[in-house]
């Protein structure tokens, strides 16, 4: 049956950034689909679990602008549950000033965390899969940045523009293992990163206006195209940069 397709019962997902926002909200959709999730985060991911429970939602807290704990939280999800299956790369930053002015610590901590530790954490991923032969699904989490250029974020729109090639690059060598790898790009929502635009009533008005939905999305907005891109419904699909953005990018 064709929803069964989408069942993720049994199958076993790292989260990064699992600890609010778009994570924790991919994190609820695989719960709700049936796996059991290993988050990693910045701060304690409590929240996250009284949400969905510790029997189905685990959590580590690490730094993700080093490739220090990249090791430790693969072992950690198969030590606590047997294996991996999906690995989600949420966990993100932005940094916003003139491009003029901006900073190297700008630069390097925004790609050490949305792309250096990406790739080796997809590499470390991969090689667990291959490991048990059994394939997988790895999904990363892009943005509208991955396609325009954005205002005064430059280390943003570098990594995120990245995450998109990179995506390609690993379906293109990874397929073969039955490793599907896919990414998650975001319209604008209504999370912590997006707040200081949200408080600035002359952009948030102008980006409130280009979205045809009429609205700033929310987490529960990605549940779908999380799931979809985890499970079985998506097993031709490979290297894609899917959007999830109301709109934004056909106009
Ligand atoms: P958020 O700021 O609420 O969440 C960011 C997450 O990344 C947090 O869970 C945080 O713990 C984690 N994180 C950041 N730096 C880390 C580090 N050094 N070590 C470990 N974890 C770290 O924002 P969000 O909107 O939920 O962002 C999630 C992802 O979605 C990011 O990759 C972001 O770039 C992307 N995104 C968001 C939007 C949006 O409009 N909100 C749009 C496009 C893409």
New binding site residues.
Partial sequence: MILDMFDLSGKVAVV??????????ISKAFVEAGAKVL?????A?TATQEMLGAENFSYL??????LD?VETIINTAVEKYGKLDILV??????KRQDSIEFSVDNWD?VI???LR?LFFLSQAAAKQFVKQNSGGKII??????SYQGGIRVPS?TA??SAVKGLTMTLANEWAKYGINVNA????????????A?REDADRSAAILERIPAGR??T?DDLMGAAVFLASKASDYVNGFTLAVDGGWLGR
Avoid at 61 to 66: K, R
Avoid at 140 to 145: D, E, K
């Fill in positions: 990064t950034g699992s600890d609010t926002g778009l994570g924790q909200g988050g990693v985060s910045r701060s991911s807290t690490a730094d993700l602008s080093t704990p790369n949420n966990a993100g930053i932005i901590l050490n965390v949305n530790t990363s989490v892009a943005s509208m940045l943003y990594s995120k998650i790009a975001p319209g604008y929502m209504a999370t912590n990163n997006t707040q635009l700033w999305g987490p």
